[in-house]
């Protein structure tokens, strides 16, 4: 998330509106918001999670206590761009009647730069921007902004805690899941082939190499048996197509012949 403008008034010891242009303030590569203990800097940081999540850390109940004693509302205008694109959220929140440290939530909408409305309602505003920025009020307090004394928090984080807080924050499910899946498909495919192979092998029989040697020593037996009698063959082929000629040539001189040469013919008198 890269944090573009914020503004705000009536948020604590703010009255007037505060503006903050991170733009103006990022163009360096780096700032710092300083003062004295009491100056008003966590309301800063207090006005970017009220406008994301609807709640400041440091309040009982996300809200009470959020509203200047002196004002009636509390105002805040945030905008910022993630993955390209541009967003604004607006939120207000008014003072509860006959409760001083009381506030609710009065308007909220979500919008992008170019005009297009995506919530408008608060719990609708805070369930799109659970989605658009990814990450648990939790989660962006902690490693996000940091309200005071939230860093000693963070690092008392227990190792699976912080490992599961790291994972959501990197979107590190976005590897895991999918490549255990794929893992495990694929270490099922080769046990399905490797399987086949076992059950192909059974079929097959003594396949050791003593067998193979064998199987190869008849093989090359019964293909010399196969040469020769093959050429035993050619060589009957032969001398029967020279027989069939002989026996042709027979036939045709018989034909040929008169009935008076041939001997044993005798002339019939009339």
Not at 8 to 33: A, H, M, P, W
Not at 50 to 58: E, I, N, Q, W
């Amino acid at each position: 998330m890269k944090p573009l403008k914020l503004e705000f008034s009536g948020l604590n010891s703010y009255r007037d509106r505060q503006i903050v242009d991170f733009e103006q303030l990022g163009k360096g590569g780096l700032f710092g918001i300083f003062g004295p203990t009491g100056s008003g800097k966590s309301s800063i940081l207090d006005a970017v999670t009220l406008a994301l999540y609807g709640r400041v850390d440091r309040a009982d109940h996300n809200s009470r206590g959020i509203i200047n004693m002196k004002e009636k509302s509390a105002e805040v205008t945030f905008s910022f761009e993630l993955g390209g694109v541009r967003y604004l959220v607006q939120r207000r929140y008014d003072r509860v009647k006959g409760d001083p440290q009381g506030a609710r939530a009065g308007s909220a909408r979500l919008i992008t730069m170019d005009g297009a409305v995506l919530a408008d309602q608060p719990r609708t505003v805070n369930e799109r921007l659970a989605q658009i920025v990814g990450l648990t009020y939790d989660e962006f307090s902690r490693a996000v902004v940091l309200p005071q004394g939230k860093f000693s928090e963070f690092l008392s984080l227990k190792g699976a805690e912080r490992a599961e807080m790291l994972g959501h924050i990197l979107r590190l499910d976005r590897f895991g899941e999918p490549l255990y899946a794929g893992a495990k498909a694929r270490a099922g495919h080769w046990e399905n082939e490797a399987d086949r192979a076992v059950a192909g092998q059974r079929e097959l029989g003594d396949c050791d190499e003593e067998a193979i040697s064998k199987a190869e020593d008849e093989a090359c037996a019964k293909k010399a048996a196969l040469s020769a009698a093959e050429a035993a063959y050619a060589k009957t082929r032969l001398s029967y197509e020279e027989a069939a000629g002989v026996k042709k040539l027979d036939d045709q001189l018989r034909i040929a012949r008169k009935p008076e040469d041939v001997p044993g013919s005798r002339q019939v008198e009339h």
